[in-house]
């Protein structure tokens, strides 16, 4: 489980097929080969793990065919800038929502422009995802948390502040580019139930 606040902005550094080797800021007794690591929003686990040649470390994930075709992972080339995320400690601060890493498709910028000192963007899900994604409700988009400010179909606004663009991949990002998204856990479960009573959601 995680909570879409991110700690570490990696580099991939090297690409073997589905293996990918990103370098990062944590400190290598920090990480632990079979712990879960969320890379752009995508829970995936830390295969081996080694110290890097300065400051931080450098560890390897694997991603399965379903991963590749589902998220945003399988274009990566190196040198991408990756959102990380350790996962959330039994205590720790919920400082976002809940998120999961169980990415539930790929969504597109349409739109970036300033907004005060933040920078809003305007994103498209896909028509299946829209009826989970509600104004003022939580998204996370490359695994970062947000708030949705506006809804007008399969199109939804975020606006990114100042640090997060600083401490993110979200100053990089540009219309045409596509995000790994994943919709409020409980709006997912909320449909559920009322689907399964009958109900329209």
Known sequence: MFTGIISSIG???ERQGARFSIACRYKRGSLEEGASIACDGCCLTLVDVRKARGKGAVFTVEASNETLARTTIGAWQEGRRINL??????GDELGGHLVTGHIDGLA?????ETDGESVRFVVESPQALARFIAEKGSVALDGVSLTVNAVDGTRFGVNV???????TTWEDRVPGDLLNLEVDLLARYVARLAESEGRAP
């Open 11 to 13: 580099t991939l550094v």
């Open 85 to 90: 995320e350790r996962a959330l400690a039994l």
């Open 108 to 112: 597109k910028i349409v739109e970036r």
């Open 161 to 167: 502040i100042p640090y997060t663009l600083a401490h």
